[in-house]
């Protein structure tokens, strides 16, 4: 099915009417573009063309980058199974990036993966240039920091709330970039082989960038809760999300579900591949604090509507998530408590 998702943009003088529309995007499908959000085309190009020169390194150099404890740095070819419902895993590998705290910092905490970032350096990898890497990459984590803020007060106004309901949530940047790679391998889903299996993000918002190749997909019907869409297997069930130049592609998460008790849905998505050529994507998650707790806003349950969901915390949910889907991840045994 062809792609009929709207666009918002960050720039639209009449603010009223991109709440109005983004609020109707979030009924129907949780998923949009995004444009208006200023960051150049440079920057744009810049960290897809960092991503290529990466997933280019010999393997062995790669996975000496790579903090099982802070869930950082890169994860190989087929070490994540993001599809419930397959035994085969995902066609992908990738590099993770959060909020780099040093561990001389107060604020260092690896069970709450507050910690350093895995960067390449000249000693462990060929890559040509690393401070350009790094230097690239945390040019772009740090803009899309403030888009992300940008979008999630539209949204608290999209449900009904104050534009700063959210922001008290917002106060230590949790979020993750990630840099992936999908091989040149045919998905097929009748054989429960995806590039990226069906599954829903797992915190408020994604904002994804990706290169010219297409593949997403997100669920047709979404009128039932997370927990109990398909996982993939009803194949006229799917709408293609095309790349736009300049735009990024932005859903909902499990997280910002629980908060509105259901009403914005956290639609699940999946990649597949034709497997004429290798595709690059990039997704920045955009999560709250690690503590913050996640359960109904008071303007989405009343006596008649009662929350659907019990209360979490962002930290626990991402752990809970981590611990189902990767293979590389080893903080089974810990909790937020």
Not at 187 to 203: I, N, T, V
Request: proline share 6%; net charge negative; hydrophobic share 30%.
């Amino acid at each position: 099915m062809s792609s009929s998702i709207p666009i918002i943009r960050l720039d639209d003088e009449d603010e009223e009417k991109t709440v109005q529309t983004l609020r109707q995007c979030c009924l129907e499908h949780g998923f949009f573009y995004l444009g208006g959000h200023g960051i150049s085309n440079d920057l744009l190009n810049g960290v897809l063309a960092e991503a290529t020169k990466f997933f280019a390194l010999p393997l062995e150099e790669k996975c000496q980058l790579y903090d099982s404890e802070m869930s950082r740095g890169y994860t190989r070819m087929g070490g994540e199974r993001l599809g419930q419902a397959t035994n085969q895993p995902d066609t992908k590998e990738g590099y993770y990036i959060g909020n780099h705290i040093p561990k001389d910092d107060p604020r260092y905490n690896p069970s709450k993966l507050k910690g350093p970032n895995v960067w390449p350096t000249p000693d462990q990898c060929s890559l040509q240039d690393c401070e350009h890497f790094r230097s690239t990459i945390e040019e772009y984590y740090s803009s899309l920091s403030k888009v992300g803020l940008k979008v999630v007060r539209l949204l608290a106004r999209a449900i009904g709330d104050s534009a700063i309901a959210f922001d008290s949530f917002f106060t230590e940047n949790f979020a993750t970039v990630r840099l992936l790679h999908y091989d040149a391998v045919p998905s097929q889903p009748e054989e429960g082989l995806f590039a990226c299996g069906a599954h829903s993000d797992y915190g408020m918002i994604t904002l994804l960038l990706t290169d010219d190749t297409p593949g997403l997909q997100i669920q047709a019907n979404n009128n039932s809760s997370t927990s109990e869409q398909s996982d993939g297997g009803d194949e006229t069930s799917w709408i293609d999300v095309p790349p736009q130049e300049g735009l990024f592609i932005v859903n909902l998460g499990d997280m910002l579900e629980r908060w509105t008790n259901g009403i914005f849905r956290s639609t699940k998505h999946r990649v597949l591949t034709v497997g004429d050529r290798d595709r690059y994507s990039i997704p920045f998650f955009f999560e709250p604090d690690f503590d913050a707790p996640v359960q109904c806003l008071d303007v989405c349950c009343s006596e008649d509507n009662p929350p659907k969901f019990p209360p979490t915390t962002c930290g626990q949910h991402i752990l809970d998530k981590y611990n189902q889907t990767r293979n590389d991840f080893h903080q089974s045994s810990k909790t937020t408590s």
